[in-house]
């Protein structure tokens, strides 16, 4: 029989479907189930005082019980109806359709504005509902239907008027103060616990913007990063003058044959923490890792005039951290080619971006990297000319180089401010 009866009951509103559907297309989620719920009991509050005030007046009133009854009879058969065929849409409809015709009803039954205290400010709880659970395109239908029911009221107001019965002044007056204080007391409730949803939703938004931002900050430059979402243009630019460096771990594929796959990666990531945090301390901007490889640049994309020292300095402190790691029983060796001069830098990809640089400079620095020595610092000719006054080299044989035949290239040592204050220590103690 329920079977049959649902069944009938499908058969009813299919043909209203399509339509309800298009227009009435409500938010189900937590927050429209509650705001509806909070509407929905004010309004049966509402109509269980309207049914006390009346009922106590005599039989000649009991028109006037008959709406508020009937208000709560349909809104709670269509709230278990369609709760059972899993279709709000038809739940929202059907009471924002009460919401807004039931005041209105029991406005002009009382006999219009006077008598009735103004019960159809009520119906104002409709076209906000609709607004709030339906958005502002579909809550206008709703507004429409209120202003036109109010202008009706306003119109026919003295034909109502001529056949209103005689209501006792206090039940006016506490009409009065449920109307207005009522209507206005739930409307504030509604849009005080929207705006609480919405704050919690905007911190949240912001939470994960947070963690985007981390993200993309990651895998490319925060300028760089920037500048994506503001314009989404392609990104390419020329810098005349940086210094590229690129280590390599020597013998680290040998190396990791003998560990297990979580000491591979926590080695790895020990060492590239420590060289994350060297680049964050001299302001030097790490491009990539592949593998056990590292490269950073330095003067791009934010010029710098110290770019090539920046660099060297970078170098000399990750020397200074491989010697650490390989004493906690990791024997580690590091090679590390840098160079300088122009290239050209972007953001490729579309959905996987990388911030990459391209020219003759990067391929010179991976030269100096290949062809160095072990636990070294290996300088292009480039890099030796910005350098030399302040830093202390070592000169190299002339080395064949894929492309470029033999050319001359340097150790780097270290600061000579460093060295002179060493020497002067030595030669103190000696003494």
């Not at 009951?9 to 509650?34: C, E, R």
């Not at 300028?223 to 013998?251: H, N, P, W």
């Not at 990531?269 to 790490?286: C, I, M, P, Q």
Request: proline share 3%.
């Amino acid at each position: 029989m329920q079977i049959a009866e649902t069944l009938h009951l499908k058969q009813i509103i299919k043909p209203f479907s399509g339509l309800v559907n298009q227009i009435y297309n409500p938010a189900q989620d937590k927050v429209g189930s509650v705001i509806m719920g909070m509407m929905v009991g004010a309004q049966t509050l509402i109509s269980v005082f309207w049914i006390r005030a009346f009922s106590n007046l005599g039989e000649g009133y009991a028109v006037m019980v008959l709406f508020p009854y009937a208000y709560i009879i349909i809104s709670y058969t269509s709230m278990l109806v369609f709760y059972r065929l899993k279709r709000a849409n038809y739940f929202t409809f059907t009471q924002l359709a009460m919401l807004l015709v039931m005041p209105f009803f029991m406005q002009w039954i009382i006999g219009g504005y006077e008598a009735s205290s103004g019960i159809a400010i009520w119906g104002i709880l409709s076209p906000v509902g609709a607004l709030l659970l339906l958005g502002r395109k579909q809550s206008t239908y709703w507004f429409v239907l209120f202003f036109v029911l109010a202008m009706f009221s306003w119109g026919m107001n003295d034909t109502f008027a001529k056949y209103a019965p005689e209501i006792p002044l206090h039940i006016k007056h506490l009409s009065f103060i449920a109307n207005v204080c009522g209507a206005a007391s739930i409307l504030y409730f509604v849009m005080r616990y929207f705006q609480s949803q919405t704050e919690q939703a905007m911190l949240a938004l912001v939470g994960e913007q947070g963690k985007t931002d981390k993200l993309l900050l990651n895998i490319l430059p925060k300028s760089i990063a920037d500048r994506l979402k503001q314009s989404g243009e392609r990104i390419a630019d020329r810098y005349d003058s940086v210094t590229i460096m690129f280590t390599d771990l020597v013998g680290f594929t040998a190396l990791s044959s003998g560990m297990s796959a979580d000491d591979l990666v926590e080695l790895l990531s020990r060492v590239f923490s420590r060289f994350d945090e060297l680049t964050e301390k001299h302001g030097v901007e790490k491009i990539k890792t592949i593998g056990d490889a590292y490269m950073v640049v330095s003067g791009a994309p934010e010029p710098r005039a110290d770019h090539a020292s920046a660099v060297a300095d970078l170098a000399l402190e990750m020397m200074q951290t491989i010697a650490e790691v390989s004493t906690l029983g990791a024997k580690l060796m590091m090679r590390i080619g840098i160079n300088s001069g122009p290239v050209v830098a972007g953001v490729i990809g579309s959905s996987k971006f990388s911030y990459d640089l391209w020219g003759d400079t990067v391929n010179m620095a991976s030269r100096m990297e290949h062809h160095g020595v072990p636990n070294r610092i290996h300088v292009s000719e480039k890099t030796y000319y910005i350098l030399k006054n302040d830093y202390v080299f070592e000169t190299r044989e002339r080395i064949e180089v894929k492309g470029k035949g033999l050319v001359q290239s340097y150790f780097l040592l270290g600061k000579k401010s460093e060295t002179v204050a060493a020497a002067q220590e030595q030669t103190a103690s000696a003494h």
